[in-house]
Structures are given as structure tokens and as C-alpha cells.
T-cell receptor, first 111, second 110 residues
Framework: SQTIHQWPATLVQPVGSPLSLECTVE??????LYWYRQAAGRGLQLLFY??????ISSEVPQNLSASRPQDRQFILSSKKLLLSDSGFYLC??????????FGPGTRLTVT | KQEVTQIPAALSVPEGENLVLNCSFT??????LQWFRQDPGKGLTSLLL?????REQTSGRLNASLDKSSGRSTLYIAASQPGDSATYLC?????????FGTGTSLTVIP
């Protein structure tokens, strides 16, 4: 069966510090991978999606970036965090045009 | 860009009631539509997926319908239970991209 992991579960970082969130998927090959952000009281915002290694599409221009160094690994990064980057970050995967499955999320607080 | 609206934003019902959650979207060129539930502080759990060629999908007490041409989907929950309390989200898929509304927050009162 397929499993999706995210870490860390929670993170508190000062403004201006770097960020690296990791997501890995087990039990499937060549998945589509997604990063979403959910700010307090708001809906899910699609940040990045990837259909293959090294292929990243960005939905929203911002100080975040994503990379997919391996087939089942998706990384969200920032060189300098802003207060507005606080939120709940969710990674998800799908295969073709089928169901999307979400990880447990990372709660990021920028202070 | 796909815009998704969910009505109502919040709903409180007594246990045992049947209820309907509504989802509308602006771009009808979708491959499928997925319904999720989200418990506070947790990730999303998939409930149902309706392919664009389907009109309905059922899972236990849940039934989702899709009217692709009018850009609407409904989620019907029968005989609601306190454990159904959560936020429900719909997400149409326009091809490798899922767009979400802000959800309906459901509270089922024992």
C-alpha cells in the first residue's frame, strides 16, 4: 500500500531563516506530487506540483521554491522566511487523473 | 483559473439528520472531482472521487453527485453522527491540478 510521509510535524522558525520541508511517498512509482499551504481560516492554496523528477510547476510567485531530486521525494524550501509564510503545509500525491492522497502536514510558525 | 465555492461555510445539525453540502466550480473542463474531510490540525482524508463521466458515487452513508456542465457537486450525508464533525472540502481536478474551496465546517450535535 502507498504511504506518504512529511517532516517535521511542527516547526518554529525566526523571520529571515531558511526552510526545508520534506515529503516522501512509498509504494508507488512516478507519482504526481503537490505542495499546498493552508493559512489560518483560509482554503488550501496550491503552491507547486511536479509530474516527474526535476519538473516543477509553480502556481504562486513567492519566496518559496520546490525541488524533486528523486521520483518519490519532494522538497519545499525558502532562503529567507517571512511572517506571511506561517501556515499548515501539506504534501500530496496522485497517479494519473485519479485520487489525491495527503500527508499529515507540517505546522510552520514564523516568529 | 478554477474558482471553487462551498456553501454553507458552516453547518450545525442534530445527530441523525440527513444533510447536503454544496460545491460549485467555474471551469467545467474537469477530469474528476474529489471530496475530502479534514479534522482540526490534520491532513485531508479522501472520501469519494467522481470521474467526469460519472454522475454519482457512493461510499457507505456518503453519496456524491456531479453535474459537470453546470459546475456543481453535492455531498449527501445520511444519518449524521458526531464522528462526522469535520471540515468537508471539494476539489475539482483540471488536469494535474486540484483546486480547493474553503470548505464547509460541519458540527453534528449528540
Amino acid at each position: 500500500s502507498q504511504t506518504i510521509h512529511q517532516w517535521p510535524a511542527t516547526l518554529v522558525q525566526p523571520v529571515g531563516s531558511p526552510l526545508s520541508l520534506e515529503c516522501t511517498v512509498e509504494g508507488t512509482s512516478n507519482p504526481n506530487l503537490y505542495w499546498y499551504r493552508q493559512a489560518a481560516g483560509r482554503g488550501l492554496q496550491l503552491l507547486f506540483y511536479s509530474v516527474g523528477i526535476g519538473q516543477i510547476s509553480s502556481e504562486v510567485p513567492q519566496n518559496l521554491s520546490a525541488s524533486r531530486p528523486q521520483d518519490r521525494q519532494f522538497i519545499l524550501s525558502s532562503k529567507k522566511l517571512l511572517l506571511s509564510d506561517s501556515g499548515f503545509y501539506l504534501c500530496a500525491w496522485s497517479w494519473g487523473n485519479y485520487e489525491q492522497y495527503f500527508g499529515p502536514g507540517t505546522r510552520l510558525t514564523v516568529t | 483559473k478554477q474558482e471553487v465555492t462551498q456553501i454553507p461555510a458552516a453547518l450545525s445539525v442534530p445527530e441523525g439528520e440527513n444533510l447536503v453540502l454544496n460545491c460549485s466550480f467555474t471551469d467545467s473542463a474537469i477530469y474528476n472531482l474529489q471530496w475530502f474531510r479534514q479534522d482540526p490540525g490534520k491532513g485531508l482524508t479522501s472520501l469519494l472521487l467522481i470521474q467526469s463521466s460519472q454522475r454519482e458515487q457512493t461510499s457507505g452513508r456518503l453519496n456524491a453527485s456531479l453535474d459537470k456542465s453546470s459546475g456543481r457537486s453535492t455531498l449527501y450525508i445520511a444519518a449524521s453522527q458526531p464522528g462526522d464533525s469535520a471540515t468537508y472540502l471539494c476539489a475539482p481536478d483540471t488536469g494535474n491540478q486540484f483546486y480547493f474551496g474553503t470548505g464547509t465546517s460541519l458540527t453534528v450535535i449528540p
